[in-house]
C-alpha cells in the first residue's frame, strides 16, 4: 500500500509541476500591449486628424479596421525622438468593413535612442462632406493577423 500512495504523490507533483509550466507560458505568449486595437473616430468635416500615439513594438504591419461612415486615406507615421516621419508607402483608402494591413518602416528605422518608438494613423478625408458623419474603427500599431495588405 505504502508503494501505492508514493505513487500518487509522484504523479500528482508531476501534474502539478506541469500545470505551474503550463500557465508561465500562458502568460508568456500573451499578445503584447501594443497588439490590442484602439477605436479612433475621425470627423469628415475636418480635412485631416490623427488618432493617439501608441508603443510599435515590432516590426509587423499597422493594423486598420474602418467600421462605418465614408472611406477615408490613412497613413502611418512615426515618430522617433520626437521627430514625426512617414513611414507608410503612401496614402490608403481602406473601405469601411475591410480589415487591413499597412506596410511601414517604423521599427526598422528605430534609432539607438528611441528603441521603442510610436506610431499613429493620419487620416484624411477623400471629399468635402455637408453632413458630420464620422469614419470610426479600431487600429493597432502591432497586427497580429493577415489581412488585405497596403503598401
Request: a positive charge.
Amino acid at each position: 500500500m505504502r508503494k501505492g500512495k508514493m505513487k500518487n504523490s509522484i504523479v500528482t507533483i508531476a501534474m502539478a509541476m506541469m500545470l505551474s509550466v503550463t500557465a508561465v507560458v500562458g502568460f508568456g505568449t500573451n499578445a503584447k500591449a501594443s497588439s490590442e486595437d484602439s477605436r479612433y473616430a475621425f470627423s469628415n468635416v475636418n480635412e485631416h486628424g490623427d488618432s493617439s500615439w501608441r508603443d510599435k513594438e515590432t516590426n509587423t504591419k499597422v493594423y486598420v479596421h474602418p467600421c462605418s461612415g465614408p472611406t477615408i486615406k490613412y497613413w502611418v507615421q512615426g515618430k522617433n525622438q520626437n521627430n514625426v516621419i512617414y513611414y507608410s508607402y503612401g496614402d490608403f483608402r481602406i473601405p469601411t468593413g475591410t480589415k487591413g494591413s499597412i506596410t511601414n518602416l517604423i521599427w526598422e528605422n528605430r534609432t539607438q535612442g528611441c528603441n521603442i518608438p510610436k506610431a499613429n494613423l493620419h487620416m484624411e478625408r477623400g471629399q468635402t462632406n455637408s453632413l458630420p458623419i464620422d469614419t470610426t474603427g479600431y487600429w493597432s500599431p502591432d497586427s497580429i493577423g493577415t489581412y488585405t495588405i497596403y503598401g
